[in-house]
Nanobody, 125 residues
Framework: HVQLVESGGGSVQAGGSLRLSCSASGIAVSGRCMAWFRQAPGKEREAVASISSSSITTKYADSVKGRFTISRVNVKNTLYLQMNTLKPEDTGMYYC???????????????????WGQGTQVTVS
C-alpha cells in the first residue's frame, strides 16, 4: 500500500517561510520523478516544481523561481519544498506526487504520475 504524507503547511505572513515535507511509504522513490503541485480555491491544480531521482535536474513554475527550492533524500523516501518570501498568491493546498518515470516529466501532471498525497494547506496573509 503506497502512501504519501505531506506535512509542514500552516499559516504565515507574507514574506515568511515554510518547509514542506512529503514522506513516502510502500514504495521506493529512487529512480522516479517527484513533484509538488498546488491548488488554490476555485483554480485548477498547477505544478510547482519537480526533481529527478538524482536531484541533478529540477523544474520550477515561473511564479516560484528564486523563492522555492525542491529537494529530496531518497534513502529517507522524502521530498521537500523550501518556500521563502511567501506571497498571498502562494496560498493553496500543496500536494506531492511520485512520477512514473525518472527525470522531471512528472511536472506535467497526472499522465506522468502514479501516486499522490492528500495535501497540506498553506495560507499566506
Amino acid at each position: 500500500h503506497v502512501q504519501l504524507v505531506e506535512s509542514g503547511g500552516g499559516s504565515v505572513q507574507a514574506g515568511g517561510s515554510l518547509r514542506l515535507s512529503c514522506s513516502a511509504s510502500g514504495i521506493a522513490v529512487s529512480g522516479r520523478c517527484m513533484a509538488w503541485f498546488r491548488q488554490a480555491p476555485g483554480k485548477e491544480r498547477e505544478a510547482v516544481a519537480s526533481i529527478s531521482s538524482s536531484s541533478i535536474t529540477t523544474k520550477y513554475a515561473d511564479s516560484v523561481k528564486g523563492r522555492f527550492t525542491i529537494s529530496r533524500v531518497n534513502v529517507k523516501n522524502t521530498l521537500y519544498l523550501q518556500m521563502n518570501t511567501l506571497k498571498p498568491e502562494d496560498t493553496g493546498m500543496y500536494y506531492c506526487a511520485v512520477g512514473s518515470y525518472n527525470g522531471i516529466s512528472c511536472y506535467q501532471g497526472s499522465s506522468y504520475t502514479d501516486y499522490w498525497g492528500q495535501g497540506t494547506q498553506v495560507t499566506v496573509s
